[in-house]
């Protein structure tokens, strides 16, 4: 069924747009969820409240893309999960050193600025579109789908240190571009 038909399930408030959207993108959103949590468990939950956001979203949402709307909020709550739990554990996952990593990048950029944010997002949709396909797909499968450096180099056929010597300049790229766009980094 096409995102738009599905949207409109929605917005009649009709449960099957849950099942519709499930038979679409369950496989995806959990995807998503295990690439943050590592847990089958915890990215079965996430999935399931991230269902249930939809509903409560849609409407007064009208996402033109099922799919992005829907690996955003998988996102978010999964990263907000994992928060959870590190705050009981105080276990420093392979997640949190992703985001570090970026962070290296993001550093002296107001990110919590609504406005700020949104500059920042399409800077960085700009620097992405910029990129050549390879170097593109090994950026967001680390920073979106936090996916570890071992699967993007069997998944990519690069070695382990290859990703690594990529996903750095990627950064100091970055971090050049950021700064030529006005952003103190």
């Known amino acids: 069924m096409e995102d738009n038909k599905i949207v409109d399930l929605f917005w009649s408030r009709s449960e099957r747009a849950i099942s519709e959207t499930q ?60 928060r959870g739990k590190l705050a009981k554990k105080r276990g420093v996952p392979e997640t949190e050193l992703i985001t570090d990593e970026l962070a290296e990048s993001l550093n002296g950029t107001d990110q919590n600025n609504i406005e700020n944010g949104i500059l920042l997002r399409d800077a960085i949709n700009k620097f992405l579109y910029g990129l050549e396909k390879e170097k593109r797909i090994v950026f967001v499968r680390r920073y979106w789908y936090m996916s570890s450096i ?29 700064e030529k766009e006005g952003f103190e980094v």
Not at 36 to 51: F, G
Not at 62 to 77: C, D, T, Y
Request: proline share 3%.
């Open 23 to 82: 038979k679409k993108y369950d496989k995806y959103c959990r995807y998503i969820a295990n690439n943050i949590l590592r847990d089958e468990w915890d990215s079965e939950e996430c999935v399931s409240d991230a269902y249930v956001r939809l509903w409560e979203l849609i409407p007064p949402n009208r996402p033109e893309k099922l799919s992005v709307f829907a690996a955003k909020i998988v996102r978010g709550l999964a990263i907000d999960r994992l």
């Open 150 to 178: 071992r699967n993007i180099a069997l998944d990519m056929n690069m070695s382990e240190g290859n990703v690594k010597t990529t996903l750095c300049r990627l950064r100091a790229e970055l971090k050049s571009f950021l």
